[in-house]
């Protein structure tokens, strides 16, 4: 089949009964995005939850992606489903970047690899050391995906080309996704997808963002004159939760994650670690939680240094999310 011009596919979705008005697709500085065609009137994407495709529901064949349990979806939007995938956005120049920011990230020179390994600030070599063609199609639907129907990971036609931005507005999960652009905003059409570090959204959609919050990196601290055991925090994954839930044992207290930066509430990263160890002096709680941030800090200190010199677009990205990351550690916390 033909390459599906964007028109074609708003069309073609409306026709299915989503939502899609005064909206156009445009190159931007750093890709596509979705525009106004008329900035004095509001713009909507609506999908519908018949018209979200169910990640589960996917797989690859042949360079190409088709709907694997085929009877959850009427014949036509099955058809439009596997035709916009494939006919269309792998096809675009977005598909084309993942797989370029998937090699230049392996092509990074190996002092930079091996220091981000060490530090676990991020392990590029167990990403993808085959650089197989299934494994570009799975980055690029862990790249459109979003929470939607029932809150499984979906892909939603056209409204998953909006472009991230952390400071707007959140879209609308109820009986389906919603997105809205006022007359009012400028530029470009922008939603907040999730929230996240700087870091997680480089390594997990391949670009910089200012986000607003920082994890440490996995760490050990060992100080027995401040506190009785080992603390370690597990991973570098975020975890949002108002508490944090930690797995104590003979000889450690252990964090499955620690925010140590939130430019929304700058005090809240201390007061939860403080929280799950009451019964600890605050002052020595602040000093151990001080070492966890002087460590982070040290060692995006020296990653931005040893990128100084990388200049592909994935180097220059990566140096500027760290920065991002070191800029909310520097200034984001108060304990």
């Known amino acids: 089949m033909q390459i599906l011009s964007f028109d074609q596919v708003v069309n073609w979705l409306i026709n299915l009964g989503g939502l899609a008005n005064n909206i156009c697709q445009k190159e931007t500085f750093s890709g596509q995005g979705i525009f106004p065609v008329n900035e004095l009137q509001p713009s909507i994407i609506y999908i519908p939850e018949k018209l979200q495709i169910q990640v589960k529901d996917l797989y690859f064949q042949d360079g190409k992606i088709f709907i694997n349990q085929r009877e959850r979806y009427q014949e036509n939007y099955a058809l439009f489903f596997e035709s916009y995938l494939n006919d269309f956005e792998l096809k675009s120049q977005a598909f084309i970047q993942i797989i370029e920011f998937e090699n230049e990230l392996r092509s990074l020179p190996r002092y930079v690899i091996d220091n981000l390994s060490q530090t676990k600030i991020m392990n590029i070599d167990n990403r993808n050391p085959a650089g197989t063609e299934d494994f570009f199609l799975k980055r690029f639907i862990d790249t459109r995906q979003v929470k939607g129907l029932n809150n499984q990971y979906v892909l939603a036609p056209i409204f998953i080309l909006v472009n991230h931005d952390s400071n707007a507005r959140s879209f609308v999960n109820n009986n389906g996704l919603t997105t809205i652009r006022d007359s009012q905003d400028q530029g470009q059409f922008l939603h907040k997808y999730?929230?996240?570090?700087?870091?997680?959204?480089?390594?997990?959609?391949?670009?910089?963002?200012?986000?607003?919050?920082?994890?440490?990196?996995?760490?050990?601290?060992?100080?027995?004159?401040?506190?009785?055991?080992?603390?370690?925090?597990?991973?570098?994954?975020?975890?949002?939760?108002?508490?944090?839930?930690?797995?104590?044992?003979?000889?450690?207290y252990i964090f499955p994650s620690l925010q140590i930066a939130n430019r929304i509430n700058p005090r809240l990263p201390f007061l939860k670690f403080s929280r799950v160890l009451t019964k600890f002096n605050e002052n020595a709680l602040k000093e151990i939680f001080c070492l966890i941030v002087d460590y982070n800090q040290k060692i995006y200190i020296e990653a931005i240094d040893l990128l100084d010199k990388v200049h592909s677009r994935t180097g220059l990205e990566l140096r500027k999310a760290l920065i991002y990351e070191l800029k909310l550690i520097l200034k984001y916390n108060i304990f």
């Open 194 to 252: 999730t929230d996240g570090s700087p870091i997680s959204f480089f390594y997990n959609y391949g670009f910089a963002s200012p986000e607003s919050f920082a994890f440490s990196v996995p760490i050990s601290i060992i100080n027995s004159t401040l506190i009785d055991k080992v603390i370690r925090i597990n991973c570098k994954d975020a975890v949002f939760d108002n508490e944090y839930s930690i797995l104590e044992t003979a000889t450690e």
